[in-house]
C-alpha cells in the first residue's frame, strides 16, 4: 500500500461516537469543543494507521512521519495535521500531546508485547496521558490537575486493553496483558485466542481490572479539582462510566461475555455520573472553587 495516500484513507471507520467514553460532548463548552475535536481526528487517523491490518511496519511509521510533518508545518500533506497545527496556533498551544500520542502509535507499530505493568504503564504515558493533559490545556486548567488526570486516562486505555485483548490479540498479534502477569497466573498469551477464557486467564484478567480500579479511586478526585464546571461534569461522567466497565471486567469473561455498553447505556451511565457531579459542586462551600 503506497504511503502517498493521505493518512484519512486508512481511517476504519470509527469515530467519536463509538468510544467508550464521551469526546467532547454537549457538556463542554462550543468554544472549547472544536480544539478537542480537531485533536480527536487527528490521533483517530493516526490510531488507524497503527492498527491497519494490510499496513506493515514500515507503511506505518511513515504514515505517521507524514502526519507529525503536516502538525510541525514541514509540509501541508495530511489535512488532519493542517487543522490541527492550525487549531493549535490559534489557541496558543503546544503540538507535545499529538506528539507524545504520535509516539505510542509509532510503538504500536512495532511492539507487540508488554513485560510488566511498568512497561504497560509507561506505554499509557504515550498513549493516555496526553489525551487528558491536552483537554485540560485547552480549559486552561492548572497543570496541578496532571496527576490525577493521568490516572484516569491509564485507567480508560487499560479499561479497553482488557476489553479488546481477544481481538487485539487474534487480529493485530499485539498483547497488552503483561506477561509476567499471565505467566504468575499460570496463563499464556496463547490463551487469549480461545472461544472462552480459562480459569487461570480469567484470574489474570480480573486482578488488572482490580488493581485498574485501585488506580482509578486515586485519580477519582479530578472533577473536584476542575475549576471549569461544564468539563468537571464530563469527567464525572467519564469517572462513572470507568468504575462500571471495571465491575464489568471484574466479574465477567471479555473473550466470551459483553463487557461494553451500547449508546444508550453509555448515556445512562454517563448521566448517572454527570448527576453525582452535579450534587458533589452544588454542596461544595460558597467560595471553594472558581468557575
Same mark, same amino acid.
Given at each position: 500500500?503506497?504511503? +502517498?495516500?493521505?493518512?484519512?484513507?486508512?481511517?476504519?471507520?470509527?469515530?467519536?461516537?463509538?468510544?467508550?467514553?464521551?469526546?467532547?460532548?454537549?457538556?463542554?463548552?462550543?468554544?472549547?469543543?472544536?480544539?478537542?475535536?480537531?485533536?480527536?481526528?487527528?490521533?483517530?487517523?493516526?490510531?488507524?494507521?497503527?492498527?491497519?491490518?494490510? *499496513?506493515?511496519?514500515?507503511?506505518?511509521?511513515?504514515?505517521?512521519? @507524514?502526519?507529525?510533518? &503536516?502538525?510541525?508545518?514541514?509540509?501541508?500533506?495530511?489535512?488532519?495535521?493542517?487543522?490541527?497545527?492550525? +487549531?493549535? @496556533?490559534?489557541?496558543?498551544?503546544?503540538?507535545?500531546?499529538?506528539?507524545?500520542?504520535?509516539?505510542?502509535?509509532? #510503538?504500536?507499530?512495532?511492539?507487540?508485547?508488554?513485560?510488566?505493568?511498568?512497561?504497560?504503564?509507561?506505554?499509557?504515558?504515550?498513549?493516555?496521558?496526553?489525551?487528558?493533559?491536552?483537554?485540560?490545556?485547552?480549559?486552561?486548567?492548572?497543570?496541578?490537575?496532571?496527576?490525577?488526570?493521568?490516572?484516569?486516562? +491509564?485507567?480508560?486505555?487499560?479499561?479497553?486493553?482488557?476489553?479488546?485483548?481477544? #481481538?487485539?490479540?487474534?487480529?493485530?498479534?499485539?498483547?497488552?496483558?503483561?506477561?509476567?502477569?499471565?505467566?504468575?497466573?499460570?496463563?499464556?498469551?496463547?490463551?487469549?485466542?480461545?472461544?472462552?477464557?480459562?480459569?487461570?486467564?480469567?484470574?489474570?484478567?480480573?486482578?488488572?481490572?482490580?488493581?485498574?480500579?485501585?488506580?482509578?479511586?486515586?485519580?477519582?478526585?479530578?472533577?473536584?479539582?476542575?475549576?471549569?464546571?461544564?468539563? &468537571?461534569?464530563?469527567?464525572?461522567?467519564?469517572? +462513572?462510566?470507568?468504575?462500571?466497565?471495571?465491575?464489568?471486567?471484574?466479574?465477567?469473561?471479555?473473550?466470551?461475555?459483553?463487557?461494553? *455498553?451500547?449508546?444508550?447505556?453509555?448515556?445512562?451511565?454517563?448521566?448517572?455520573?454527570?448527576?453525582?457531579? *452535579?450534587?458533589?459542586?452544588?454542596?461544595?462551600?460558597?467560595?471553594? &472553587?472558581?468557575?
Amino acid at each position: 500500500m503506497s504511503v +502517498t495516500l493521505e493518512a484519512a484513507q486508512l481511517r476504519s471507520g470509527k469515530g467519536s461516537g463509538d468510544e467508550n467514553f464521551p469526546v467532547a460532548s454537549w457538556l463542554v463548552a462550543p468554544p472549547h469543543r472544536r480544539p478537542i475535536l480537531a485533536f480527536y481526528e487527528f490521533v483517530r487517523i493516526a490510531d488507524d494507521i497503527a492498527d491497519h491490518p494490510s *499496513l506493515n511496519a514500515g507503511d506505518k511509521l511513515a504514515h505517521l512521519d @507524514r502526519l507529525e510533518a &503536516s502538525l510541525l508545518g514541514r509540509d501541508d500533506h495530511e489535512p488532519a495535521g493542517v487543522t490541527l497545527r492550525e +487549531t493549535l @496556533r490559534e489557541r496558543e498551544l503546544s503540538p507535545r500531546h499529538a506528539q507524545d500520542l504520535l509516539s505510542a502509535f509509532r #510503538q504500536d507499530a512495532t511492539k507487540r508485547r508488554y513485560s510488566s505493568w511498568d512497561d504497560l504503564i509507561d506505554y499509557c504515558s504515550y498513549s493516555a496521558m496526553p489525551v487528558g493533559r491536552f483537554v485540560l490545556d485547552v480549559h486552561g486548567e492548572s497543570r496541578a490537575t496532571w496527576p490525577a488526570s493521568d490516572k484516569v486516562c +491509564t485507567v480508560l486505555q487499560i479499561i479497553n486493553h482488557l476489553q479488546d485483548c481477544q #481481538q487485539d490479540y487474534r487480529n493485530l498479534d499485539r498483547v497488552y496483558v503483561p506477561l509476567d502477569a499471565l505467566a504468575a497466573a499460570g496463563s499464556s498469551v496463547e490463551a487469549l485466542g480461545d472461544a472462552r477464557a480459562t480459569s487461570q486467564l480469567l484470574g489474570c484478567l480480573h486482578g488488572l481490572a482490580g488493581r485498574t480500579g485501585v488506580m482509578l479511586e486515586d485519580g477519582g478526585t479530578l472533577p473536584s479539582q476542575i475549576n471549569d464546571w461544564r468539563l &468537571s461534569l464530563e469527567i464525572s461522567a467519564i469517572v +462513572t462510566l470507568a468504575r462500571h466497565f471495571l465491575q464489568l471486567l471484574q466479574h465477567r469473561d471479555p473473550l466470551s461475555e459483553r463487557v461494553r *455498553l451500547g449508546k444508550f447505556g453509555v448515556a445512562a451511565v454517563g448521566a448517572l455520573g454527570v448527576a453525582k457531579g *452535579l450534587f458533589l459542586r452544588l454542596g461544595r462551600a460558597p467560595g471553594s &472553587s472558581a468557575d
